[in-house]
Nanobody
Framework: QVQLVESGGGSVQAGGSLRLSCAAS????????MGWFRQAPGKERAGVAV???????RYADSVKGRFTIAQDNDKNTLYLEMNSLKPEDTAMYYC????????????????????WGQGTQVTVSS
């Protein structure tokens, strides 16, 4: 079992910044993929960014150049730095983790993740 707790959401104006955090506890995996996902009202959940234990990173096209995913292994924490926020970034943001079979296993924002947090709300006003 893995527990994930997101924090850092809030309300900002367009062009502003926020940093989301996701604290992980419980089982640890040698090889893993962690990611950020979001779901806006009336829309399906969509992948935002993922980071693999070997350092590979993938972003959704909609956030490239604005968002940065990072992890602090000492603190077991995943981050999402969000800059130049737009109203269309408004959503509930979730972090998730997926155990990988080996270090080179594929992982993308379209992968199936096993453990999820409860989410943190991000609202961007125009």
């Amino acid at each position: 079992q893995v527990q994930l707790v997101e924090s850092g959401g809030g309300s900002v104006q367009a062009g502003g910044s926020l940093r989301l955090s996701c604290a992980a506890s419980g089982n640890t995996y040698r090889w893993y993929c962690m990611g950020w996902f979001r779901q806006a009202p009336g829309k399906e959940r969509a992948g935002v960014a993922v980071i693999v234990s070997d350092g590979r990173i993938r972003y959704a096209d909609s956030v490239k150049g604005r968002f940065t995913i990072a992890q602090d292994n000492d603190k077991n924490t995943l981050y999402l730095e969000m800059n130049s926020l737009k109203p269309e970034d408004t959503a509930m943001y979730y972090c998730a983790v997926k155990r990988l079979v080996w270090s080179g296993s594929p992982c993308s924002i379209d992968s199936v993740f096993g453990y999820w947090g409860q989410g943190t709300q991000v609202t961007v006003s125009s």
